[in-house]
T-cell receptor, first 114, second 114 residues
Framework: AQSVSQHNHHVILSEAASLELGCNYS??????LFWYVQYPGQHLQLLLKYFSGDPLVKGIKGFEAEFIKSKFSFNLRKPSVQWSDTAEYFCAVLLYNQGGKLIFGQGTELSVKP | SAVISQKPSRDICQRGTSLTIQCQVD?????MFWYRQQPGQSLTLIATANQGSEATYESGFVIDKFPISRPNLTFSTLTVSNMSPEDSSIYLC???????????FGPGTRLLVL
């Protein structure tokens, strides 16, 4: 069955540290890839997405992600985190020709210490 | 992106009762979906709400338990029927302009069943 795996359940960083959150998926066909973020008390928001083209995509608030097709990965990065980045981050994969079904990873809770 | 609202935002219900959750979008959308996020878990697609026809349910979800309506392109309801404590979750609707397009999420309905 198709699945999405996020390597880290909870990440704790100090401000200005670099961030990389891993995401791998299991599906051999064409996919669209997403990272969503849920800030405390807020609803799920789109951070960035990859559909095609340049595998390095940039999102809001200085986040970027790289799609590596050979590794079935779509890791999220940020060079320098801020306290306001404290949130839960979800990787999601949309499978082509599956009617719009989004498959989510388990989520990674990021805590940034000021 | 569209503005999505859900009612109620939260509720506490007794087992054996039913609750209907509404999802309203401020513009017409092609696709509407319902997801569930159980405590400590990720989001799981329940069904795709189809306008003018029966919803398309994912494996493990049935119409008798989760009847869905979608009378037009801006509104959908999800009913959680004959509730048990295991139904305690956050229920979210999402919308998109195509099966392969980005989905945007509503604020969610937090349900606790006693």
């Amino acid at each position: 069955a198709q699945s999405v795996s996020q390597h880290n359940h909870h990440v704790i960083l100090s401000e200005a540290a670099s961030l990389e959150l891993g995401c791998n998926y299991s599906y051999g066909g064409t996919v669209n890839l997403f990272w969503y973020v849920q800030y405390p008390g807020q609803h799920l928001q789109l951070l960035l997405k990859y559909f095609s083209g340049d595998p390095l995509v940039k999102g809001i608030k200085g986040f970027e992600a790289e799609f590596i097709k050979s590794k079935f990965s779509f890791n999220l990065r940020k060079p320098s985190v801020q306290w306001s980045d404290t949130a839960e981050y979800f990787c999601a994969v949309l499978l082509y020709n599956q009617g719009g079904k989004l498959i989510f990873g388990q989520g990674t809770e990021l805590s940034v210490k000021p | 992106s569209a503005v999505i609202s859900q009612k109620p935002s939260r509720d506490i219900c007794q087992r054996g009762t039913s609750l209907t959750i509404q999802c309203q979008v401020d513009s017409q959308v092609t696709m509407m979906f319902w997801y569930r996020q159980q405590p400590g878990q990720s989001l799981t697609l329940i069904a795709t709400a189809n306008q003018g026809s029966e919803a398309t349910y994912e494996s493990g979800f049935v119409i008798d338990k989760f009847p869905i309506s979608r009378p037009n392109l801006t509104f959908s309801t999800l009913t959680v029927s004959n509730m048990s404590p295991e139904d305690s979750s956050i229920y979210l609707c999402s919308v998109g302009q195509g099966a392969q397009e980005t989905q945007y999420f509503g604020p969610g309905t937090r349900l606790l069943v006693l």
